[in-house]
């Protein structure tokens, strides 16, 4: 008898995660996978990896997609839904804390606040065109001092006192901490420093206007950093809890949808099978001409055949 299962992936800029849950909302597997640039293939590996790990008598329902590449993704694996990370960030959060008021999100090139009640997302804000306050400044920088990314916070953490590093820009931010740097001030208070500055960055803009409540949750991949949650819970005067598949949290949210499309229809899925990954998979796009608009319109191939295409408002050429 097979075990029946749900898969959730999300797809971003900076990684690529999988979960995978049973009927009763048990995480099975998750996987972290560095998209790279290049999520048509990191998908293909997620994909065949965790077909090689999943038990031999799991059989997936329904599969929900999220994150950036969402529907480049939902047209590769053949998922059943598509939904918006705020829907799948919300779902997780809510079914591992269901009174869990406020949700704070840093992933690798974005970064948004959730606001709930009771299971309901009532507001949210997101941040999409500015690198500071992400995971991958992050990254920059601890590559720029030399350091492990996974060392950064316990570095952080073990500041005695507190240097002012300017977080509204990452050009800004960086020279601030080279010349804090040049004037002798120690790793962890400068690295503390920036975790400071990266909070009071995130509340005065994208929290701007909004009041944060308890309980409060902080996910993505950021919130392994220690010293971000650090900063965060001075900053807030409130406990943050961090769950513990915090990188994976929209991928969870997607699993746990694709359940709850299953039990509402109780469709045959899509999905193709963890076999994509021997699938060649192209994309390309061309300008329509149909009206002043000229949107892009996105076109992806299966083995030489279209499977999906979109971009046009007027639906056109959605397929």
Known sequence: MSREVFLGVDVGSVSTNIAVLDKDTKILYTLYLRTMGKPMDSVKEALKVTGERLPKDAQVKAACTTGSARNLTKAMIGADIAKTEITAHAVAASHIMPDVRTILEIGGQDSKVILMESGIVTDFAMNTVCAAGTGAFLDHQARRLNLRIEDFGDIAIQARARVNIAGRCTVFAESDMIHKQQTGHPMSEILRGLCDAMVRNYLNNICKGKKLL?????????????????????????????????????????????????????????????????????????????????????????????????GGRCGKWEA
């Not at 392994?224 to 969870?252: C, D, Q, Y």
Request: charged content about 20%; glycine content about 10%; overall charge negative.
């Open 214 to 310: 308890a309980p409060v949750m902080f996910q993505g991949g950021v919130a392994a950093n220690k010293g971000m949650r650090a900063a965060f819970e001075e900053a807030l005067e409130l406990p943050v809890t961090i769950p513990e598949h915090h990188g994976e949290m929209g991928a969870i949210g997607c699993a746990i949808l694709a359940r709850e499309e299953y039990e509402k229809k109780g469709l045959k899925t899509t999905f193709l099978g963890f076999e994509i990954s021997q699938f060649e998979y192209t994309s390309s796009s061309f300008e329509c001409k149909g009206c002043s608009n000229q949107c892009e319109v996105i076109q992806v191939f299966m083995n030489g055949k279209m499977i999906a295409r979109w």
